[in-house]
């Protein structure tokens, strides 16, 4: 996968004081997106946009290419 998570998200999202629980109960991400952060698979652009607002950071805080080498694909 060329974009890969430049920290952990739900660790970062912790210590903001947004644990898995609240990010349930208060609907701000869906147990499927979180299930995705935990297993490194892609979101979306809009839960990607969620969490910025959340963390107040930009994309690139939390994303980055990661070029492959060519036998890689």
């Known amino acids: 996968m060329p974009i890969t998570y430049k920290q952990d998200?739900?660790?970062a999202l912790k210590e903001a004081g947004y644990n898995t629980?609240?990010?349930?109960k208060e609907k701000l991400l869906?147990?499927?997106v979180i299930q995705a952060l935990r297993e490194?698979?892609?979101i979306s652009l809009q839960n990607v946009s969620k969490i910025c607002e959340l963390l107040n950071c930009q994309p690139g805080d939390l994303l980055e290419y990661v070029r492959e080498a060519p036998g890689d694909r």
């Open 40 to 42: 490194d698979k892609y």
């Open 21 to 24: 629980n609240r990010l349930r």
């Open 30 to 32: 869906s147990e499927g």
């Open 9 to 11: 998200i739900l660790a």
